[in-house]
């Protein structure tokens, strides 16, 4: 803990700030503590009862991921001394704040606007998003102008770009599936030329083929792994329904849980990026014999691919994040796996599947946002 630090300061602030957007309960709960449970013996049988007493009530070594000896040497042993300082999230973000102001965090500034998202506030947040681009040398002065003048979503592009995350091939042996690590060229070269079949039906489409990203550009690689993570995300994913879809407003947006969201966006030119994953499996008869091993670790996708007369199957998920003004953020088609045809080879027809998929993944878009409509309206 370093209370002078200002980057310690901000990200802090930007870490109760992003957990209390997403979750807006938690803003009520015990800083941290909210997430701990005591193991208390009850008539001999060990049960679980959530913590409610507060981080900084007492030094306590079942929560600080420190010694004793450690303790020690904390710089900030004042928050365990006089009066607490804060319990909850949000007395916590006051505190924060304050210390920030004292320390002049100019970063700071932003999060505390950010922090105010009810459309009640608005005057308010503008006000502060203000002080902040007065500041010189501040990481995010064009984001804010556009947020005072509510251009960020209407001005983008309205454009995809569909990520290629991952291609996970395997033969099912049994009970057992056996990974196929292929890492060669070829292997890069097959799956390239299977997404640049689907760039030929999807000219709409930019196409990205994520793991080579993970050594051309880290920044970019990192932030889209948090999308797409976002994807799965059920807190900030609303199922249909009225009562459900007329909270839509107060949804998580992409560019207030982080601004650097928005720079990937404008740079990628598009308002929605989806993501694709894919399994694919062979099954085989039953072999434990070291010669069947040794073949499957040596085989490469294409000779995979090129395989007939064998049971395969593919299994295809696409997930997306939209930023586009009075519809959801997230989108979803998960479908299921998908048996493909004994006799023939894997390549046209996994190239087919997946152009299936984003036509589902489209429909799943056009019906969800049709139901949407027809509930706000009613």
Known sequence: MEPDNETYIYYLMESIRKICYVSNETWDQNFITNRYYDTIRVEGVKRKHKVKRGLFESVDFNLLPISQEEA??????FYWQGPQKFRTYNEAFEFFNKVGKAINCKECLLTNALSIISSKNKEL???LLQEYINHENI????????LINDSIVSNLPNKKILIFSQFIAGIRQGDNRIPIQDLSEDSTNTLQHIFDSLNVTFPERSFLYLPDLKYTNV????LLKTLEDLTFLNSIYLETGAAKIKKRPSQVKLHILEPNFLTLFNKYGINEIEFMNCIYTESRKKDNSLDWYKNVRNINYKDLFDRSKCTKSIHAIITSLREVKNKRLQVRAFGTETSLKFKDTSYDQIISELRYKIRCKEKVARDMDYSDERELHK
């Open 219 to 222: 920044s970019d690689y990192r």
């Open 72 to 77: 020690k040497y904390i710089k900030a042993k």
């Open 139 to 146: 990481k995010h002065k064009e984001f804010a102008k556009k």
């Open 125 to 127: 947040r503008n006000k």
